[in-house]
């Protein structure tokens, strides 16, 4: 029997045994709350917390630069900095007890014909890097290996030798629409062109390796976290780099032929307003800034501004004609020098008696006089707003330092601008404005704004089009054909018909020359010129706008018709376009 006396202490044992194993069962739980059902999110807080996390950057690597066909024009390539320890070498070779499996006179013969150095010479600068400094534990071996030859060094398992990785910038077709394309500063950084224009799409997105040391220094199990970085997207371009690799050749050697400065060709498809090629001389190598003058690091084709002269007379004629001022047999009476109401003077580029012109025949013979008489025929507001219509005075894709041109109120037109505007002078314009004002015309009075961009294809494959470009109808379809046909028959009347001629095709253009502009007026002797057009008349594809800066061997506007030709016979050719297939209407008559 158990008594009152034995009961009283046995009670308490229970009770405190109870207490003690509750206390350990929330022990236990806590435990494996902490260890296994909310492991993950201590381990996070811990990486955040003081110095007890480890955090490491992963790096992507920048997007591609794709032409129109997908030939790559940039990319980034991880190359290798390899270095030696001079102190450690002689260490080791001083070490008679253990001895290096590879002595250092036959590691050095092996080293050098990987990195193609010389054997002696680099024992030498090695010899000379420790006499400087006995405990030196840093000699440059070689920057930018491959990563072929990177991993042969690494295989020579040579513990003084280290190599660090980083990536560099390539441009496999070199100088292939280099001005185009830009380049990027040493931290990865779009400096101009493409790689400026497109750098949201083109940078990679880092991500970063987080984890826990124990004492030991190895990494505690399961505390390793990794983002994953993404690589930047891919930028693919309207440009076609066969066509662009043509057309900078060429233009090189046409304008230096001529003797130019400098020179250009422009060439967009007509019914998308997509620019296929933006070639110029000088032009730059991305790979070699320093074998261009920095002056030729951007591009002269969005960026130098010119007075587009002549060329711009197929603007005066279509608003002339649009706006209900004169038509196809409007008549006008000029002499190759006149002095005009308001005191305003003008000269035609040749002499001539009076001729009563037609607006064809002042095309052809390009009379900046009887243009001035077309032209004012309809109000300076109007033929204003016209100019601003066909893109004058306006970027056209927003180009890393793009100039828009210099477009003068009306208002503030003299007694000569009044009549200069009308033939080129007095304002200056792009290579892409003239060619995307020819764009109009040739596609039935339709502008489309220009592109250069096809797509931005991101590093996890959302592929993102910029918007569709707009389309305006700045003319009637009337007036476009009536200004075609003029530019035709400018073409086969004018004095480079057979330079201009491309057979199988009907072509319209239109020279320009003007004088360059300085402090004070005009220079003397010093001219730009330009050659625009397009093909085929029946069926407008292409539009080519050839500039030469102040050519020497021939200062008018024929310095472009070969380069002209050349061009547009290319482009015709590069993309198939069929030969012509309607003929050409009666010439226009010239005069009255």
């Not at 296994?36 to 990486?47: F, G, M, T």
């Not at 494959?461 to 707009?470: H, N, R």
């Not at 050519?551 to 024929?558: D, G, I, L, W």
Request: glycine share 8%; proline share 5%.
């Amino acid at each position: 029997m158990t008594t009152r006396a034995t009961r009283g202490p046995r009670r308490r044992t229970v009770v405190a045994l109870a207490v003690i194993l509750a206390v350990l069962s929330a022990f236990v739980v806590r435990l494996v709350d902490i260890q296994v059902v909310s492991a993950n999110d201590h381990v996070a807080d811990s990486l955040n917390v003081g110095q007890l996390g480890s955090t490491v950057t992963l790096e992507g690597d920048r997007g591609t630069i794709l032409d129109q066909n997908g030939i790559t024009l940039a990319s980034s390539v991880k190359v290798y900095d390899a270095q030696l320890s001079p102190s450690l070498i002689m260490q080791l070779e001083n070490d008679t007890e253990k001895p290096p499996k590879v002595p250092w006179s036959d590691a050095s013969e092996k080293i050098a014909a990987i990195t193609g150095q010389d054997a002696e010479e680099l024992r030498s600068g090695v010899a000379q890097n420790l006499e400087n400094d006995p405990s030196s534990q840093y000699y440059q071996l070689a920057n930018g290996l491959s990563t072929e030859k990177y991993i042969e060094l690494r295989d020579l398992d040579l513990v003084y030798l280290h190599a660090d990785a980083r990536e560099t910038r390539v441009y496999p077709n070199g100088a292939v629409a280099g001005n185009v394309v830009g380049y990027v500063d040493n931290a990865g950084q779009g400096q101009a062109g493409i790689e400026q224009m497109e750098g949201t799409c083109l940078a990679p997105s880092n991500g970063e390796r987080t984890y826990l040391r124990g004492k030991d220094g190895n990494i505690i199990p399961g505390s390793e976290r990794v983002k994953e970085a993404v690589n930047g997207g891919s930028v693919q371009l309207t440009i076609n780099s066969d066509l662009q690799w043509y057309l900078q050749q060429m233009i090189s050697e046409e304008a230096q032929r001529m003797g130019a400065n400098s020179g250009t060709v422009t060439v967009v498809e007509v019914t998308t307003g997509k620019i296929r090629a933006a070639a110029e001389w000088p032009s730059l190598d991305p790979n070699d800034l320093n074998a261009s003058s920095p002056e030729n690091w951007g591009t002269k084709v969005f960026g130098a501004t010119f007075e587009p002269g002549s060329t711009f007379k197929a603007i005066t004629a279509a608003a002339v004609l649009d706006a209900g001022g004169a038509d196809m047999n409007t008549i006008v009476s000029a002499d190759d020098r006149e002095t005009f109401p308001n005191g305003a003077v003008v000269n035609d580029p040749f002499r001539h008696e009076n001729y009563q012109y037609r607006l064809a025949g002042a095309m052809i013979d390009s009379s900046n006089i009887a243009l001035s008489k077309f032209g004012t025929l309809i109000d300076a507001k109007t033929r204003y707003d016209y100019i601003q219509k066909f893109g004058v005075g306006e970027k056209t894709i927003g180009f890393p330092r793009e100039e828009a041109g210099v477009l003068h109120p009306y208002e503030n037109w003299d007694s000569q601008t009044l009549y200069t505007t009308t033939f080129g002078q007095a304002l200056t314009v792009t290579a892409p404005q003239v060619a995307g004002a020819y764009q109009a015309i040739a596609n039935g009075g339709e502008k489309i704004d220009l592109s250069l961009i096809e797509s931005c294809t991101r590093g996890d494959g959302t592929v993102i089009k910029p918007d569709a470009p707009e389309r305006k109808q700045i003319i009637s379809q009337e007036t476009a054909a009536e200004v075609s046909r003029i530019l035709e028959n400018v073409t086969v009347q004018g004095g480079l018909s057979k330079q201009l001629e491309v057979p199988g095709y009907r072509v319209a253009s239109k020279t320009g020359t003007a004088e360059k502009a300085g402090e004070g007026g005009y220079i003397e002797g010093r001219y730009s010129t330009s050659l625009a057009g397009f093909a085929p008349v029946d069926d407008p594809q292409y539009v080519v706008l050839v500039t030469l800066d102040e050519p020497t061997k021939v200062v008018s506007s024929a310095a472009t018709a070969p380069a002209f030709q050349k061009a547009m016979t290319q482009v015709l050719k590069t993309y198939r376009v069929s030969p012509s297939t309607v003929p050409m209407d009666e010439w226009l008559p010239k005069f009255n």
